[in-house]
């Protein structure tokens, strides 16, 4: 169980040292607890404090990785059930299934199609993490070419799904044959041949997936016998499909390993939402559920750019750190194809102002040139407070912008909790009318109309 | 550029402010925003010539079509003669039968034990021909065998006075000797001051503590520990900004540093002199001074420049500032005593709080303990000696009177307790120096505020309540707004101007502000070491305002927590104690650097937490109700009038 | 190897709440709709009772919609300027309520005609929002509440800046209020607080949390909902309120649903991505929390109730499927 701050205080030497190059051993301590610093960083802890502290560290769901090529995928080390308690640490992974039995031409353009998708999400390149692959034919060789055509389409992380040692094997060979460092996942182990599955997996050291016959009792039992044969690294099949037993299993999964700290489920999880939904329409929403509640690795089983894009999005948002809100990226954002003659307004790249100020002027239907200035994704009133939204720093955005050559008046509108800048705006922004608008973004249809008139 | 009344000419360059050649002809505006065009107190007339406004947030079209202009805002573009109206005068009367308390001494106070001052009489072998030691080796040598004290270390404009003095004195001198201190506690001794006689009856420090509203000055007889004489005055800073963040930008403007400084210092020098005359002293006579505040006073006394302290990440240029001599500060007292400022520890929680949190028992005690300034800072300290946690919550200065309409300091005429009736509506209140009331300060504001809440006048949200059957309810030029006193029972002004005493729905906006934060800084604080707060077992108030409130009135608004009330103890300025104690004592002194390096501060600004909390505790009482089950109590059951509150409204 | 499935025991659970009035308690429904009552979590039927599914909402407005996505007006172009025939294409597009939102440039007269009109044309418990615009919210909601006496309508919004007049008009004929903060769980409580302390029964106020649609801040929405969801389980009385949300209006503002040119290759095909965007929107609101959705595309509609259905199934035995 984690401790509090107060809590692994109690275990440091409390001389305030300051050699961890924290003012003090409760400030370290603190950090600890948020997991943002490292008790090696401390030089004088005890031998009995560091058993204890590291009993109480370990993460509860372990983290997995896949990789290949420089890519990597990661899952796990997730420490809360709801993201407002911290934060939701490693993004799950969304890969695209084809089978064997496809056509290999068709198995080679939708790899392609995966790994050339990406789409941009207020700045940043979303995009999915890799192809799976599953043995259907039962023949190693069929698989092994198929994996070949997919590795010749795409160098992201792979999942090789089979049961079928053998077969599997092969995939696992054409791979690691070609490149070092590769690691896919094995899905995989059974009550049936989880040992022979468990030697691959172990052989090879790639992490292994175990799908029980029943509930989570048979699940657990699997993991341990999997653990036994001495495969650290495992991806649970939470054994069920459908919308309300994906939710209820993956629920007492993920309860179990933080709350009880259960160790044979505290690893991530992976699932088919295809396998659980009528039709590709059902699929999205169905992934969009395993994202948010507890997915560790998602296998969809149709690609289509119109429901990539949402999930992707949907991914990003869930993840978001609640302590961290995402940052606009600053520059010039075009609002209903605005002329010469539109308004420009400035504000903080906090991306709640931003949404809030863009959003109402949408909406309004008019149409202006809207500046986000870098005030370190912080609200209007704060960064001004804090000297990072300043008469120099709006002067600067405004320039930097260039947005000078794209309009014919100079007009400069600031929010409203800043009007006391207006004065110094005008010196640093000289030859520009600084107007001074609303406080609150719901406000700016109605002043925008108004300068209208 | 030529200033009336007072027909002051002076010569400045195109583009300067109106402000800034007020300054250069030594025309004192006053510019409590510090000068960034927000508070429009230095509005002046343009009487004649080219000025351009870079902003008039305060002033109206009216104002502007008369000539108003402010001088912080206001470009000079040519030749211009500008009309400065009469200055309000910052009221000078703050010492009330309430502050000067009598001081005792905080403990069992041995001078050769504690106190590493010293004033030794020493009756030197004058030199012959015969003797030929020199006058230096001379001295010491008499320390060394009269007094067993060696080692003794000078510096040259000591040297330079001592032949005569010695000589004046013939050979007969008190040794003044600073046998060591904090920033070299094993000494050498350094000769402090030679005085001619036999001066050892008596030795003197002074305990300063650098207040943003008000600066405090204890005389300390080092000898006894008891305060002779303690002073209070307004910094006179005030003109200048009236919280730190102004002051912090007028430090960054053109020499304001150096003007703040120079202000702090004046402030300082009347009350040393005033202190030194009471006690029928020089002020060269006091020896030491141990000096405590916030940090970012500290920073203006020593002309450190303050910047970084407002931006982010709000770093000091330094928290430990090192031992300097009087002298070399411009501090008016002995020039070759040392000034040791107290230790912070952050931007927020400074000297003030340091010494505060060891002057209050807090550092010393195993309780869980809550230590709070309710003041413009809201510095809130948790712990007990093992820990302790602090954080700032900048609550603005509300609690002080600033920025309410009807706001004003604990000055004779402020009204400082109110009761409503619940079913009339019809205040009751008392006044400071009982009479006509002039406006109302913040142990009123705070009073006047739980009273129209547990009344109904106020919502939970701090909305007035329009529909309720009185006039003192009204919608106002500023909003909605009570009436707290008809203009003919004030003393507002002549008998033409008089003008109604309102509270605003503006003003009562900044209240909850200033209590939401307090309350969530002490909830955070409590929830970032995974402390329950209910486990809290005694809460410390200070600061100046501390010693005011009206616990069941600062319960009932959520200002503090809802606790027993005898966990309370209001403890006045602890920070000028502190620093009393700090003077008196090397051991107090080490235990408050101790205190510094133990107390782990946390920027609530990092803190998302706090935003949470400060939303919660916007609400009267709190969000939650169930943290303030008295006033749930009172909420449904309506309250029993107190014996007290009859009286009052009988009388 | 036994596994002990940790079940919490929430001493708090959502309050019912009924829209709508049949003839018999004075109204002129067919049904009424109940939303609340749950001791636990979003469909985690292993630990408690969710006795009313989330009910799904259709908003209508008073006259065209001008400033509505393209999409959604050649969808509806038959009835879009007719409101009774939109809110009985509403009925057969299955909604379970419908939300009508009056118009900034309605008369008392429009607006009143319109929800007469709408409560003739259908059997659906109905909302009604005014405009947006707090003076002329007033203006038209207290008229809508004395037309439509008897039917307990849910009026809205309520907001901070604006319920008395709301409130005054739901207490005076026995309507329901909605009740919208944005995005803060504070915020969210206080407002039922005050509008409770108004003299309005809590069993008579919806909570609207607001969110923002996917990609445009529904992470805050998300949360915001979960930790109101998760306080009323803990026994908060005051944030025991069935939470209702607008996925519908907020996902058709993000340009992904409202626009179809002009927009980057990647984002694929309008009307799917459309119809995604409007649906996780909504799917995702549910799953932190939402008893009640009012949506905008009949195609959501039908995919956000079997959902709602799928979610509400009790969890059997895992189907095994062969790999």
């Known amino acids: 169980m984690a401790l509090s701050g107060l809590e692994i205080y109690k275990l440091l030497p409390r001389t305030n040292c300051g050699d961890c190059d924290f003012p003090t051993c409760l400030a370290f301590a603190m950090k600890l607890a948020a997991k943002q610093a490292e008790l090696a960083d401390c030089p004088y802890v005890t031998d009995e404090a560091k058993v204890e502290l590291e009993a109480a560290s370990q993460p509860p769901v372990r983290l997995i990785t896949l990789s290949s090529n420089g890519h990597k995928v990661e899952a796990g080390n997730e420490t809360v059930l709801f993201r407002h308690e911290k934060r939701f640490f490693h993004k799950c992974g969304l890969f695209v299934r084809v089978k064997d039995t496809d056509d290999l031409e068709a198995v080679k353009n939708v790899a392609s199609e995966v790994d050339g998708f990406t789409v941009d999400y207020v700045g940043l390149d979303l995009e999915l993490d890799g192809m799976a692959v599953e043995a259907a034919s039962g023949d190693p060789d069929t698989f092994a070419e198929c994996v070949e055509a997919v590795r010749s389409a795409t160098e992201k992380p792979l999942i090789l799904i089979g049961s079928d040692p053998d077969v599997l094997k092969a995939g696992v060979a054409s791979l690691t044959a070609k490149a070092s460092g590769t690691v896919p996942l094995l899905y995989g182990a059974t009550p049936e041949n989880w040992e022979s599955m468990a030697a691959l997996a172990k052989k090879a050291d790639v992490p292994l997936g175990v799908r029980p016959g029943g509930g989570l009792e048979e699940l657990a039992e699997l993991t341990e016998q999997v653990k036994g044969a001495g495969v650290q690294n495992i991806v649970l099949d939470p054994a069920a499909r459908d919308f309300a037993g994906t939710l209820t299993r993956m629920t007492q999964m993920r309860r179990l390993a933080l709350k009880k700290n259960f160790r044979p489920l505290g690893y991530p999880i992976i699932t088919f939402p295809g396998e659980g939904a009528e039709g590709p329409e059902e699929e999205v929403v169905l992934a969009s559920q395993h994202i948010a509640k507890y997915g560790g690795f998602i296998v969809l089983d149709h690609f289509s750019q119109a429901s990539a894009y949402p999930l992707l999005v949907f991914r990003e948002n869930v993840f978001t750190d609640p302590q961290e809100p995402i940052q606009v990226e600053p520059g010039l954002y075009e609002i209903n194809d605005p002329t010469p003659d539109s308004p420009v307004m400035i504000t903080t790249n906090f991306s709640i102002t931003y949404f809030s100020v863009a959003n109402e002027v949408e909406s309004a239907g008019v149409p202006g040139w809207l500046i986000v200035a870098d005030a370190e994704g912080m609200s209007v009133l704060t960064a001004w407070a804090a000297g990072e939204f300043d008469a120099d720093r709006i002067a600067k955005s405004v320039n930097a912008t260039g947005v000078a050559d794209k309009i014919d008046h100079q007009k400069l509108v600031i929010p409203g909790h800043v009007a006391v800048l207006s004065g110094e705006l005008e010196e640093e922004l000289p030859g520009w009318d600084i107007l001074v608008g609303p406080r609150e973004a719901v406000d700016l249809p109605a002043f925008l109309k108004l300068g209208n008139e | ?651 | ?323």
């Open chain 2, 1 to 651: 550029m030529r200033f009336e009344p007072t027909d002051k000419a002076v010569e400045v360059r195109a583009g300067s402010l109106i402000g800034e050649a007020a300054h250069e002809a030594g025309i004192d505006l006053n510019m409590p925003c510090g000068g960034q065009g927000r508070c429009g107190r230095c509005a002046v007339i343009i009487e004649d010539g080219t000025v351009r406004r870079r902003s008039s947030l305060r002033l109206s079209d009216e104002d502007i079509a008369k000539g108003y202009a402010l001088a912080c805002q206001t470009v000079i573009e040519g030749d211009a003669v500008v009309m400065v109206p009469p200055q309000e005068k910052i009221e000078r009367r703050l010492t009330t039968d309430k502050t000067a308390a009598e001081v005792t001494v905080p403990f069992d106070y041995d001078p050769l034990r504690d106190q590493p001052l010293r004033a030794v009489y020493l009756e030197i072998e004058p030199p012959s021909l015969a003797d030929q030691t020199d006058d230096w080796s001379r001295l010491q040598r008499a320390l060394r065998r009269e007094h067993n004290i060696d080692g003794v270390e000078t510096d040259l404009p000591m040297l330079r006075r001592l032949g005569s003095i010695l000589r004046e004195a013939d050979w007969r001198v008190t040794a003044v000797l600073e046998m060591d201190a904090y920033h070299r506690p094993d000494g050498p001794p350094r000769l402090v001051d030679v005085v001619p006689g036999n001066r050892t009856e008596r030795l003197y420090g002074v305990a300063i503590d650098i207040g943003t509203t008000s600066n405090v000055v204890y005389l300390v007889d080092l000898l006894s520990g008891r305060v002779e004489v303690q002073r209070v005055d307004y910094n006179a800073q005030i003109a200048r900004g009236e919280d730190v963040i102004s002051r912090i930008i007028y430090a960054g403007k053109n020499d304001g540093l150096g003007e703040l400084q120079s202000l702090v210092l004046k402030t300082l020098s009347k009350l040393l002199e005033r202190v030194a005359k009471r006690a029928r002293i020089e002020t060269t006579d006091i020896y030491k001074a141990t000096v405590s505040g916030n940090s970012t006073m500290l920073h203006l006394f020593l002309a450190v420049p303050p910047e970084s302290i407002r931006l982010t990440p709000y770093i000091t240029t330094v928290n430990q500032s090192p031992a300097v001599m009087a002298g070399e500060l411009g501090l008016d007292i002995n020039p070759n005593a040392t000034v040791d400022c107290l230790p912070g520890v952050a931007s927020y929680v400074g000297a003030d709080i340091t010494a505060g949190v060891v002057s209050s028992g807090m550092a010393d005690t195993e309780k869980l303990t809550l230590f709070m300034d309710i003041g413009t800072n809201g510095e809130t300290v948790l712990g007990t000696r093992d820990w302790l946690i602090a954080c700032a919550c900048s609550a603005g200065p509300a609690f002080e009177g600033a920025g309410v309409e009807h706001g004003m300091r604990a000055t004779l005429g402020a009204i400082e307790e109110v009761w409503i009736h619940s079913d009339t509506f019809e205040p009751t209140y008392r006044v400071i120096g009982e009479r006509e009331p002039k406006g109302i300060c913040g142990s009123g504001l705070l009073s006047l505020l739980a009273e129209l809440f547990v009344t109904g006048i106020l919502d939970k949200s701090g909305d007035l309540q329009l529909d309720l059957d009185t006039p003192r309810i009204r919608e106002g030029e500023h909003g909605d707004e009570y009436v707290v006193v008809w203009a003919d029972e004030t003393d507002t002004g002549g008998l033409a101007s008089k003008h109604d005493i309102v509270i605003t729905e503006v003003d009562i906006d900044n209240l909850l502000r200033a209590k939401a934060a307090i309350y969530a800084g002490y909830t955070v604080l409590a929830e970032s070491v995974g402390v329950d707060p209910a486990l809290v077992e005694q809460v410390l108030i200070g600061g100046a305002f501390g010693q005011y409130i009206n616990i069941e009135k600062a319960i009932q608004i959520g200002l503090l927590p809802d606790m027993p009330w005898e966990q309370f103890h209001f403890l006045g300025n602890t920070s000028v104690r502190g620093s009393y104690m700090a003077l008196l004592s090397r051991n107090v002194r080490q235990q408050i650097s101790e205190a510094a390096g133990r107390m782990t501060y946390l920027e609530l600004s990092a803190d998302n937490t706090f935003y949470d909390q400060f939303t919660s505790a916007l609400f009267l009482p709190h969000t939650d109700i169930a943290q303030f089950p008295s006033v749930e109590e009172i909420l449904t059951n309506g309250r029993t009038e107190t014996t007290e509150r009859e009286k009052v409204c009988a009388a």
């Open chain 3, 1 to 323: 190897m036994t596994v002990e499935i940790p079940v919490e025991k929430w001493p708090g659970q959502v309050r019912e709440i009924t829209l709508g009035a049949t003839a018999d308690e004075g109204g002129t429904r067919s049904h009424t709709v109940t939303v609340g009552g749950e001791t636990t979590l979003p469909f985690l039927h292993f630990e408690g009772e969710i006795p009313h599914p989330p009910v799904v909402g259709i908003e209508i407005a008073s006259r065209r919609p001008d400033d509505w996505s393209p999409l959604l007006l050649e969808t509806w172009s038959d009835v879009v300027d007719d409101p009774a025939a939109w809110a009985k294409a509403a009925e057969e597009a299955g909604a379970d309520i419908l939300l009508l939102t009056l118009s900034l440039e309605d008369s008392v007269d429009d607006a009143t005609s319109a929800v007469r009109q709408v409560l003739e044309a259908c059997d659906l418990p109905l909302i009604v929002f005014g405009p947006g615009q707090a003076d002329k919210d007033n203006e038209l909601i207290v008229p809508v509440a004395e037309e439509g006496a008897g039917e307990r309508l849910v009026l809205g919004v309520c907001e901070e800046k604006n319920y008395r007049t709301i409130v005054a008009a739901a207490l005076a004929h026995d309507h329901l209020v909605n009740s919208r903060t944005p995005m803060d769980v504070n915020l969210a409580k206080q407002l039922i607080i005050l509008i409770h302390d108004m003299g309005l029964p809590l069993e008579q106020i919806l909570m609207d949390p607001t969110t923002g649609a996917l990609g445009y801040g529904i992470e805050y929405g998300y949360s915001v909902m979960e930790r109101l969801r998760l306080a009323a389980l803990q026994g908060d009385s005051m944030t025991q309120q069935p939470m209702l949300v607008t996925p519908g209006e907020e996902a058709w503002k993000a340009k992904e649903a409202k626009v179809g040119d002009d927009v980057p290759a990647e984002w694929g095909d309008w009307g799917e991505r459309a119809i995604n965007w409007e649906t996780l929107t909504a799917t995702s609101l549910i799953q932190s929390g939402a008893d009640l959705v009012v949506l905008r595309h009949p195609e959501t509609v039908q995919r956000v109730q079997k959902t709602i259905d799928a979610l509400m199934a009790e969890a059997g035995e895992p189907e095994l499927v062969a790999a």
